[in-house]
């Protein structure tokens, strides 16, 4: 039987999370939740992100039925991980570990760069993750990429050029530090669009790791493949229900170009303050 799959973020960049999923999973049921209402969370507290991402997990467990939750949010990932886990009793898979995990299994050298928003950075959350791995990491925040990617400067010049800008700036103080670098981490939900651009940058032979395409893995295995592309037979199409907390208009204007396909209806819900 195909799993009821929940996905949360706390905006709409999550989708790129979304779509990595429905490839590997054509026949689950899946439910988008982002809480636009109270983004960003990043200049949030603690304590409060762990309370806005705990009633969105609830909402997909208790009202949507989901089996397995996937938290496709750096930000709710790096600092309300636990508080979700402890508000559901289904299992949690948030979007940090699995892309330290890949870098891991991608660099020779130890030596790791991650790119991410600020609220992230400054989480080091990725930091931690990778040195858990016994890797030697390098974050920057880069805070121009989101509006770009919003306003769909995807294949832009001006958006090769910012992005040119910030891994030369990372690369030198990787150099300073006696790094040696051969794998770069996208650590933000919106960055999948941008990974040729920075493909196109980085260094001949240095990795891209693209954290929407390592947590899905992350999920196939954690499910067994039990609704992997080899599934066949009389199992139903994929289907997909989005929800947000506000701004649904822009959400069905600019969801489809994270998804890769019409985000369709998007169903608007109150979670209380």
Known sequence: MAPTIGVFDSGFGGLTVLRALVERFPHARFAFLG????????????????????????FLVN??????????????????????QDAVSVPVLGVIEPGAAAARAA???????VVATEATVHSRAYTAACQAHGLRVLEKACPLL???????????????????????????????????????????THYPLLRPLFERVVRPGAKVIDSAESVAQAAVQLL??????????????????????????????????????????????????
């Open 63 to 84: 009202e949507q039925g989901a089996e397995f939750l996937v938290i496709a949010c750096n930000t709710a990932s790096a600092l309300a991980l636990d508080a979700i």
């Open 224 to 273: 067994n493949g039990s609704a992997s592309p080899a599934a066949t037979g009389n199992a139903p199409e994929t289907e997909v229900r989005c929800f947000a907390t506000d701004s649904v208009e822009k959400f069905e204007r600019l969801g489809s170009r994270f998804l890769g396909r019409p985000v369709g209806h998007v169903e608007l819900i109150d979670l209380g303050g």
């Open 35 to 58: 809480d636009t209402a109270r983004l960003p969370y990043g200049s949030k507290s603690r304590r409060t992100i762990a309370r806005y991402a705990a009633q969105s997990a609830q």
């Open 107 to 113: 660099s020779r050298t130890g030596d790791v760069l």
């Open 146 to 188: 989101v509006p770009l990617v919003e306003e769909g400067w995807t294949d832009h010049p001006v958006t090769a050029e910012v992005i040119e800008i910030y891994l030369n700036e990372l690369r030198a103080e990787a150099e300073s530090r006696g790094m040696n670098p051969d794998t770069l981490v996208l650590g933000c």
